[in-house]
C-alpha cells in the first residue's frame, strides 16, 4: 500500500470512494481568464490563460488538485498557449444544476456508481467511462501505525484483528500509549460520501470475517454480530464532506489522536496529506485489500450540442482521459488506473504496493450499504418504564428465571449493543403500600448513555438502579404510562428516535389511581405531537399481561408491542419490538 513519511512530489489532497466487492447490507462555467483551482485550503492559481473554448470539468473538492495536474499535462500534450480545461470544485452529484451552464459542454468526474444515480435528473448527461481508481484506506498517525500491532507494513489488516480492535481487545494502551484514549474513527457521511460508504461495508464485513448475509443479531449478538455493531460505535466523528476528514496540516499528535485514531480516506489523500510536510505524517492501511476502491468515471455534462462552446475542448480532454496518455497523466498525479495499477509519481518515502484489485460494486450493493449505515447509525433515545410490583417476582412456567431477572438481563443485553450516543432513562411503577397509593419513581434523567454521571456512566447508573428497585405492590399501570409519556415527551430530541420502552407484566390493578384505560388513550392522542414524535413500545411478560390494553397504549402513538410467555420468547419479543424502527 503506502507508508507515509517526507515530502511528496506530486499534487494535493483527494479523497473519494466506492464500496468493496461482497458487501451485503443489514438489513450517499469556464470563460476567459486564469485557470483557478479551488483546493479545500483555498485555492491554486496556475499562470496559464483559458482557453475561449475552455471547457470546465467538475469534481470533489478532494479531487481538484489532481486533476488540474492533468488538465495541464493536457495542454502540454496539446502544445497549447492557453488551458483548454479549467477545473472546479462539486461538492456533490446535487450541486451540479447550480453550476452548470444551459449552454455550455462540461465535464463531471463521478465517483460511484452512486453518484451517477443521484445525479438530478434535470442534468443532460453522457454515458460514464472508467478513468481511474483510488484505494479506500484507514489513515493513521505513522507513530500509530508502526506500534506493530496493526501489522503495518508487513501484513495486512485481517478480520480477526480488526475484530479485536472492535470489541476493546486490543487497545492503543496495550501499545504504550495509554495517552491516545480509545481506538475511534472520523470519516465523511456514508449516506453522501462514496468514500465513507466504501469504508463503512469495508470495515463491517471484516469485522464479520466475509459478506453479511443477515442483519447482526442485537438482542444477543455473537462476537461477530457485536464487532460489526460496534463498527458503527467507533465512529465517533462525522465530517461534512471528504475534503474535511483528514487533520490539519499543523495538527500536533495530540491534537489529531484526540480528534479520531484513524480516518477513512483514500489512497492519494494520505500522499497529498504528507507532501507539504504536515507535522504528524499519516500512514494508510488499507480495507479489503484493496479491493474497497473507488472508481472514477468521467461524464459529459450541460449542453450536448456538437458545437455547444467547449463542447470541442470537451470531447478532447475526455477522450484523452481515456487514452494511454491521460491514462499516464493520472497515474502521475497520484491516481491509480482502473485495474488497480499503482500510480507513478513516486513521492518520497511512499512505496505504493504492486496492483491492488479493486472490486466492481453494482449499485444495490451500494445503495445497500448506505441503508445499513441509516440503520445503524439512527439514535435511539428510550425512556424504559419498568413495572416493579410484586408479580414481576414471579417465575415464568416451568423454569427459574423471574420476570425481573429476565427485564435485567434485557438491560444488560441492550447496554451491550446500545451506541454510547443514544440515550436512556429509567422509571418504576408500583404500589407504596397495602392501600395501593402509586408510586412512580425516575431514579435517573434521560441522558446520553456515555455522559458522566457521578463518577459513572449513565448507562452504569441505569443498570445499578435497575439492580436496586424494590418489587413489591400493585401495578398502577395507566398513571404511570401518562406521567412517563409527558416526561419523555417534555425530554424530547430532534436528534434521536424517541420512544417509551413499557416493561409490564400484568394489567392496571392493586391500585387507588383513578387512571382508566379510556382516560389514558384520551390523553395519548391530544399530547401525542407530530413535531415531537415520541412513540410507545410495550412488552408484557407472562400470560396474565394485558396485551389488549398494551397493544392499543402501542398502537396511540405508532408503537409496538409484543408479549413475551417465556425467556424463549425474548429474543423475538425484542427484535420486533425495539429494533424495527
Known sequence: MLQTYGRHRGSSSDRVGNVAAAIIALAALGGVGVVAVQGPTGSRQAEVRTC????????????????????????????????????????????LPGLLSSDRAALWLARSEGDVAALPSSVRRTAPQLVASTPVVLAMPSAMADTGTWGWPTRPLTPDAWRSWMLGRSTLAQTGHPEWASFSIRMADPATSPTAAIGFGAMITLANGGPLAKAPDYAEPSDKDLAVIKVEHRITSLAGNDGDVLPDQDDTLSEVTSRASAYVTTERAVAAHNAVDPTVPLAAVPLAGGAASVPLSVLGVGATADDAPGAASARGFRAYLTSASGLAALRAAGLRAPDGAAPTDHPAGVAYAAPLRPAAVPLPVLQQTVQAWRGMHSRISSMVLVDASGSMNQHFAGGATSRIDLVRGLVGNVYQTASPRARSGVCFFHTSNELGTPLIERP????????????????????????????????????????????????????????????SDGANRDTTSPDTLGQLLTYLNEAKDPQRPVRIICLGYGAEADMGALQA????????AAQVNSPSEMKAAVNLALFSL
Do not use: F, W
Open 553 to 560: 397504549i402501542a398502537s396511540a402513538t405508532g408503537g409496538r
Open 52 to 95: 475561449d473554448d475552455a471547457t470546465t470539468i467538475y469534481a470533489s473538492p478532494a479531487l481538484t488538485d489532481a486533476l488540474a495536474q492533468v488538465a495541464d499535462d493536457y495542454r502540454v500534450a496539446q502544445r497549447s498557449a492557453c488551458a483548454r480545461v479549467a477545473v472546479q470544485q462539486a461538492a456533490g452529484p446535487a450541486a
Open 444 to 503: 435517573t434523567d434521560l441522558a446520553v448513555n456515555e455522559s458522566a454521571d457521578a463518577d459513572r456512566q449513565h448507562r452504569d447508573v441505569v443498570v445499578q438502579a435497575m439492580s436496586n428497585v424494590t418489587i413489591k405492590g400493585g401495578t398502577p399501570l395507566y398513571q404511570a404510562v401518562r406521567e412517563a409519556y409527558a416526561y419523555t415527551l417534555d425530554e424530547y430530541d430532534p436528534g434521536y428516535v424517541n420512544q417509551l420502552v413499557i416493561l
